[in-house]
């Protein structure tokens, strides 16, 4: 099983619409979870953070986190056409070891 | 507040010569990252430093790859020599701790 695995895509979805984005984890003392967009050609940008159980909502972006069931996953609302961009899912394990590990990503794709 | 300095922004080589990649981290980020994208996949942690120490270079190809960081602030990341296998995005990130990472602009190395 990979250690940060993510759904490949591509996903398309209307302007407007709700884009639900899912990534699952196996290293379960992972602690730290972070979303990051990448446009093409550009470098990956940090968007959401969240390091505790429940949703942490910023503007139109909301992350979910399930310990227990190894799961995290961003909400687009009202996804725009240039929210079109890969989006990657990073883990972080605490402690010595610390490394951050990134899922293959999915790339989102916004129709006007 | 300035964000990661990374350059040569492109790089073009052939197989068997040598090449180095620069990197500044942003300022007070004691944590210093290099990464290697290859396309379709997300980032692979080559090497992480903690000040001037290197914390975890398990993933590095230390036949053909070196970094150092030798007074805590920049660092250089080179390959010698060259494989054609090595063509990739070169990013560097930084951190104030072991959580939010950011990303400099990345080096496009193609080795022909």
């Known amino acids: 099983q990979k250690e940060v695995e993510q759904n490949s895509g591509p996903l398309s979805v209307p302007e407007g619409a709700i884009a639900s984005l899912n990534c699952t984890y196996s290293d379960r003392v992972s602690q730290s979870f972070f979303w990051y967009r990448q446009y093409s050609g550009k470098s990956p940008e940090l968007i959401m953070s969240i390091y505790s159980n429940g949703d942490k909502e910023d503007g139109r972006f909301t992350a979910q986190l399930n310990k227990a069931s190894q799961y995290v996953s961003l909400l687009i609302r009202d996804s725009q056409p240039s929210d079109s961009a890969t989006y990657l899912c990073a883990v972080n394990r605490e402690g010595a070891n610390s490394k951050l590990t990134f899922g293959k990503g999915i790339t989102l794709s916004v129709r006007p | 507040e300035a964000g990661v300095a990374q350059s040569p922004r492109y790089k073009i080589i052939e197989k068997r010569q040598s090449v180095a990649f620069w990197c500044n981290p942003i300022?007070?980020?004691?944590?210093l990252y290099w990464y290697q994208q290859i396309l379709g996949q997300g980032p692979k942690l080559l090497i992480q430093f903690q000040n001037n120490g290197v914390v975890d270079d398990s993933q590095l190809p230390k036949d053909r790859f070196s970094a150092e960081r030798l007074k805590g602030v920049d660092s250089t990341l080179k390959i010698q020599p060259a494989k054609l296998e090595d063509s990739a995005v070169y990013l560097c990130?930084?951190?104030?701790?072991?959580?939010?990472?950011?990303f400099g602009p990345g080096t496009r190395l193609t080795v022909l």
């Open positions: 300022s007070g980020h004691a944590t």
């Open positions: 990130a930084s951190s104030r701790g072991n959580n939010e990472q950011f």
